[in-house]
Every structure is written in structure tokens, then in C-alpha cells.
């Protein structure tokens, strides 16, 4: 069983297990499960179900290694380049995005 969500502008395939990293969103810090309702498409080996856009009363739950505070990490640097042609004049800066760590606990349909 899997399902295709979408999280943060971006959608994710995903199944029961799983760990994925997500855009940070604003949730109270003690929080141990988080439910997300965008749920695209869930596949169940039986049938396929699919929404427009969204499935109706769907929605997946995922839960945090200890906490939401503790389950933030960083991406990999970026260094985005900035540079005037025929002027000699560049720029690079360094960045680097801090994601949510879940993990699918359940994808109920």
C-alpha cells in the first residue's frame, strides 16, 4: 500500500515505514504525530483511488523521533552564484535548508 501526497508545494510518494524528510511548518514543539490531509492518490494492491485534487477524508499520519524540536535537520549546502557578465563582479552565497524528519506511521483511506 502507498499513497502520493502533497507537503509544502511538493508531493511525495510514500508507504507505511517510511522516513521522509519534509519542509519545516510551524507545529508546537511537543508534538509527537502530525496529520497530514493532501492526500493525492492511495494505491491499496486492490484498487486505486484518486482524488480531484484531493481524496475526501483521507489523510496520513506521521509521528516525530522523540519530538518536533529534535526531529529537525539541515539539506545539504547550496552555493547559489551571482555573477554580472563583462563586469568582474560575482557573488557566491552558502545555504542551507532545515527540513521536518517523519515518519508514516499510517495512511488511513
Request: net charge positive; hydrophobic share 35%; aromatic share 6%.
Amino acid at each position: 500500500m502507498y499513497a502520493v501526497i502533497e507537503q509544502g508545494g511538493k508531493q511525495y510518494k510514500i508507504a507505511e515505514g517510511d522516513c521522509i524528510n519534509i519542509d519545516l511548518t510551524d507545529i508546537s514543539p511537543d508534538a509527537e504525530t502530525m496529520e497530514l490531509e493532501k492526500v493525492l492518490l492511495i494505491n491499496d494492491d486492490k484498487k486505486v483511488k484518486i482524488g480531484t485534487p484531493y481524496i475526501k477524508g483521507a489523510k496520513v499520519v506521521v509521528s516525530f523521533k522523540t519530538n518536533a524540536e529534535e526531529s529537525v535537520v539541515k539539506g545539504k549546502k547550496l552555493y547559489p552564484m551571482h555573477m554580472r557578465r563583462r563586469k568582474h563582479s560575482r557573488r557566491r552565497i552558502g545555504h542551507r535548508q532545515k527540513y521536518l524528519q517523519v515518519t508514516v506511521d499510517k495512511i488511513q483511506a
